[in-house]
């Protein structure tokens, strides 16, 4: 089977990953790497990309090759696939969650960058910090407004560089990003009450046509826990819509087997306001549950602030 992916160093990995999990099971596969929008523009936030917010800005192309049957299956970081997605696509397989953290790395405090630094309560005033991403923008904000936050683009290895170059005083990277590349640095792991991650964190999807060969092979991928947590933050976050990129963070961790925690918020563009739920549902009916969640969180005053960030 041919599997589609962008040609970065972290999604290459990924589609190794499943590649691998799937000669186990007696499939071979042929890696085949497509270029997306968001990988050709990286000289503006990705919430400028489209009239969409840039959301989707690394999926939409892998979309086309997938409908034209290019390609049979293909491999995203499941945070980057829209809510809304095309009626002849499933996705067939989520892997089981890596670290869902968002993680500080800062080098030795003199533009380093080998993960050895300061925490980030230690990090001085006025501290310049690289993210792409404006819900991590808005946390930082949040948890220290002393903070200058710089726009990051560009792979993970880039965002290295300009870390060791001393562009940044420190970066906000996914630790599964780290894990699946296997680099062994230092790093601080950021506190999900604090700084609750984007819907999906963590998790790799497998997408297939619907009723297709590739779907029925694949399916042996799917980690169940892992898809009721990722399907209740999607769940989550689609009620709140918007339709435009928003400091949102939505996370559900099984916990005691049959109950579910559920942490998502909104965020002001920058930080200085945010509405909370923070809930425990039962997996039975999760899926109604999650909806009732999502519809308190935008009743609290969630959905004054997607709306207002979709203004800007």
Known sequence: ??????????????????????????????????????????????????????????????????????????????????????????????LKRDPPYDVLITGAGDGGGDGNGMSIDDLPAGAVIGTSSLRRAAQLHRFRSDFDIIDLRGNINTRMRKLREGVYDGIILAEAGLVRLGWDIGFERLKIDHFTPSANQGTIAVVTLKNSGAGDVVRALDHSQTRIETEIERIVISVLGGGCDVPIGAFAEIVGGDRVRVRAEVLSLDGSRYERVDETIPVEGYAEHAERVGVELQAKGGGALVKEACRY
């Open 1 to 94: 089977m041919i599997i589609g992916t962008r040609g970065s160093a972290l999604a290459l990995a990924q589609a190794d990953i499943v590649a691998r999990a799937l000669q186990e099971i007696g499939t071979e596969t042929e890696v085949r790497t497509i270029k997306t929008h968001g990988d050709v523009v990286t000289d503006r936030p990705l919430h400028e990309l489209s009239n969409v917010g840039g959301v989707g800005a690394f999926v939409r192309e892998i979309d086309e090759h997938s409908l034209a049957g290019d390609i049979d299956i293909a491999v995203h970081s499941m945070k980057d696939i829209p809510t809304i997605r095309p009626e002849q696509l499933t996705t067939a397989a989520i």
